[in-house]
């Protein structure tokens, strides 16, 4: 089994629907918690980080982490086309940034 | 700020051949870690390099080797290539307080 499980997806959603991605994960060691997007045969970009629980927002983005479920989440408001692409989640324990777990990603398409 | 950058961006190998992929991290960066990301999957960690020395492995072969310069930037070599190394190949760079940060990649193809 792997350490961190992703919604495989794909998801495909309406412009201005908000979006849920989601990510479990069983190692207790993981204390930062990232998501990346990722366009078609692209490098990763860091969208947000987290360190333990709790939610962080930015814009139009909302990382929720629940460490008593290892569970995260990340939320997309007012969709847009331009947000087609695979989300990572991507998680750490209290170590140098660089060696992190991540998931196998969640492909979203979002239709005009 | 050019970012993390690697050369090159495709490459196509033969079987039992050997690779080297280059990587010059985000200024200001001193940590260079590679991943493998096969299609469909996410990353996988190889191995990190700080103070040009490998600091962490993950679970890959020791066909998988790499380098740090004094400039922090690094090489990551394979040998004795095989089909299933055929992946997107990333570097990413950070330092202590930030996150890292991915290159482009360099796609390789081994036929």
Same mark, same amino acid.
């Given at each position: ?8 997806? *794909? ?12 990510? %479990? ?7 930062? &918690?990232?998501? $990346? ?6 490098? *990763?970009?860091?969208?947000?980080? %987290?360190?333990?629980? #709790?939610?962080?927002? !930015? ?6 982490? !629940?460490?008593?479920?290892? $569970?995260? /989440?990340? &939320? ?5 086309? /331009?947000?087609?692409? %695979? ?7 209290? %170590?140098?940034?660089?060696?992190? @777990?991540? #998931?196998?990603?969640?492909?979203? @398409?979002?239709?005009? | 700020?050019?970012?993390?950058? =690697?050369? *090159? ?7 039992? +051949? ?16 590679? $991943? =493998?990301?096969?299609?469909?999957? #996410? ?5 990190? $390099? ?5 600091? =962490?492995?993950?679970? &890959?072969?020791?066909? &998988?080797?790499?380098? +740090? ?15 299933? !190394? ?16 991915? #290159? +482009? ?7």
């Amino acid at each position: 089994q792997k350490e961190v499980e992703q919604d495989p997806g *794909p998801l495909s959603v309406p412009e201005g629907a908000i979006v849920s991605l989601n990510c %479990t994960y069983s190692n207790s060691a993981f204390q930062y &918690f990232m998501w $990346y997007r990722q366009y078609s045969r692209k490098g *990763p970009e860091l969208l947000m980080y %987290t360190y333990s629980s #709790g939610n962080k927002e !930015d814009g139009r983005f909302t990382a929720q982490v !629940d460490k008593s479920s290892k $569970y995260i /989440s990340l &939320f997309i408001r007012d969709s847009q086309p /331009s947000d087609s692409a %695979t989300y990572l989640c991507a998680m750490r324990g209290n %170590t140098n940034a660089g060696k992190s @777990t991540f #998931g196998d990603g969640t492909t979203l @398409t979002v239709k005009p | 700020d050019a970012g993390v950058t =690697q050369s *090159p961006t495709h490459l196509i190998k033969t079987r039992g +051949q050997q690779v080297t992929l280059r990587c010059s991290p985000k200024s200001g960066h001193d940590t260079v870690s590679w $991943y =493998q990301q096969a299609l469909g999957q #996410g990353p996988q960690f190889i191995f990190q $390099y700080y103070e040009e020395e490998e600091r =962490q492995r993950g679970n &890959f072969p020791d066909r &998988f080797s790499g380098h +740090q310069f004094p400039n922090y930037s690094s090489e990551l070599n394979v040998n004795a290539l095989l089909l299933g !190394d055929s992946a997107l190949y990333l570097c990413a760079s950070s330092r202590t307080g930030s996150e890292a940060f991915f #290159g +482009q990649g360099t796609r390789l193809t081994v036929v």
